[in-house]
């Protein structure tokens, strides 16, 4: 049973940052490759960030590009994401999730990923 549970949302002022967290149950996380998604009212789910197993190889969707970091420690079952310079237009719900298939590779497509949390709020004011 995978189960992964996010945190560090909350309301900030557009240039600050925020570091979400996303906790992992599963004996396997190091063998995972895992992203960031974000859903915000009306709108689809899109892809913000994904990261290998081991952390060496990331990617990110262009419009956090430089601002946003993803990270990972598999000793504390722990995927953050580093979100700097924050703007209203990223005011969403986050979601972690773990892709399926091999965690040598990442994926911008949600269908690649099984487990998914239940998402935390970000909100930037202006």
């Known amino acids: 049973q995978v189960q992964l549970v996010e945190s560090g949302g909350g309301l900030v002022q557009a240039g600050g940052s925020l570091r979400l967290s996303c906790a992992a149950s599963?004996?396997?996380?190091?063998?995972?490759?895992m992203g960031w998604f974000r859903q915000a009212p009306g709108k689809e789910r899109e892809f913000v960030a994904a990261?290998?197993?081991?952390?060496?190889?990331?990617d990110y969707a262009d419009s956090v590009k430089g601002r946003f970091i993803i990270s990972r420690d598999n000793a504390k079952n722990t995927v953050w994401l580093q979100m700097n310079s924050l703007k209203p237009e990223d005011t969403a719900v986050y979601y972690c999730a773990r892709k399926t298939g091999s965690p040598y590779g990442l994926s911008i497509r949600a269908y690649d990923y099984d487990y998914w949390g239940q998402g935390t709020q970000v909100t930037v004011s202006s």
């Open positions: 990261i290998t197993w081991s952390g060496t190889v990331t």
């Open positions: 599963g004996r396997t996380f190091s063998s995972w490759a």
